[in-house]
């Protein structure tokens, strides 16, 4: 009887092992958008939320924390930087902070008289060349970037979307995957942003935390 007790302890432990789910690392990545503040709504605690509501297993990585409802939460998101400076800063913190999934909305703090969209379109691929070096097997998800009604400066966003559609379909492959998430569509700085008309409000933010989700919820499963 001790004996078999014994193996079905065993066995047990075993089981337990096997069952022992992956926990997602996820490393939002961006500007003000992604980093949050006082002053306006954040999608990172509200993507949170809807993962472990539905059962999955994440942990936010990166270098940088902020406060949220849910308490401090990791990211690499800069106020007031863009996708240069982001090329030159996030991928040696990917080594540091390992991460299985990226989620990319890297498009302001450019001015449309620049004609920025090649330079963003060439940081973006730099960038997921980088970030695949640090780890072959992550994923990446990349924004259309939410419109801004602040105008004539972000007038870009719209053609910049299209551009990074035909960069993701160009690099994507089943073993790297890069994924677009339409966070443009159904979003109206004119209802969901705050008086700025580029920061997110709560409604704006909700939807953006939703598009995030939609796209995860067919990887990341309980």
């Avoid at 002053?39 to 059962?55: H, I, S, V, W």
């Amino acid at each position: 009887m001790k004996t078999l007790f014994v193996v079905l302890a065993v066995l047990v432990n075993s089981l337990t092992l096997f069952a022992e789910e992956k926990v997602w690392r996820i490393m939002p990545v961006g500007d003000s958008i992604t980093e949050g503040g006082t002053t306006f709504a954040n999608y990172r605690p509200l993507l949170l939320q809807k993962l472990r509501d539905a059962g999955a297993s994440v942990r936010f990585v990166g270098s940088r924390q902020s406060a949220s409802p849910l308490g401090p939460l990791a990211h690499e998101g800069y106020g007031g930087k863009n996708s240069r400076f982001l090329l030159a800063t996030v991928p040696a913190q990917l080594a540091k902070h390992p991460a299985d999934i990226v989620l990319l909305h890297a498009c302001h703090n450019h001015f449309a008289d620049q004609k920025p969209t090649p330079g963003i379109v060439a940081d973006h691929e730099s960038m997921i060349a980088a970030f695949r070096k640090v780890n072959p097997e992550i994923r990446i998800y990349v924004a259309r970037p939410i419109p801004s009604g602040k105008l004539p400066k972000y007038s870009y966003l719209p053609g910049l979307g299209d551009a990074l559609e035909k960069m993701v379909k160009r690099l994507h492959t089943e073993k790297q995957p890069v994924i677009l998430v339409d966070q443009a569509t159904g979003f109206d700085p004119n209802k969901d942003t705050i008086a700025d008309l580029v920061h997110p409000n709560q409604q704006g933010a909700e939807k953006m935390a939703m598009r995030w989700f939609e796209a995860l919820k067919p990887v990341i499963k309980p």
